[in-house]
């Protein structure tokens, strides 16, 4: 199972209010049922464009279905990039 934020926002979204089902959300998604049972289940996760259509319709930010080790992950890029920018930055300035 993943455990991510995205799961359990999706979860209180279709069940915190009574029109809303994994089925009505499977229609409007264009998808079949099993899928939206999937991700809430935290067996798989929506595709790209799915994370995007779930921001737009239930308001879940798309970093919400990274896991842990995803949001290290990209974490430690970030520290890497902004460490190549202000070396790079410095070695401009240095040459000026």
Do not use: C
């Amino acid at each position: 199972m993943t455990d991510t934020p995205g799961r359990n926002a999706l979860r209180q979204y279709i069940e915190g209010v009574e029109d809303r089902s994994q089925h009505w959300l499977a229609k409007l998604l264009r998808i079949g049922q099993s899928s939206v049972s999937l991700w809430m289940r935290g067996h798989s996760r929506p595709s790209l464009a799915h994370v995007i259509a779930l921001q737009h319709l239930a308001g879940i930010p798309m970093d919400a279905w990274l896991t842990d080790e995803e949001r290290q992950f990209i974490a430690s890029i970030a520290v890497e990039s902004h460490k190549f920018r202000a070396a790079r930055e410095t070695a401009v300035g240095a040459s000026a």
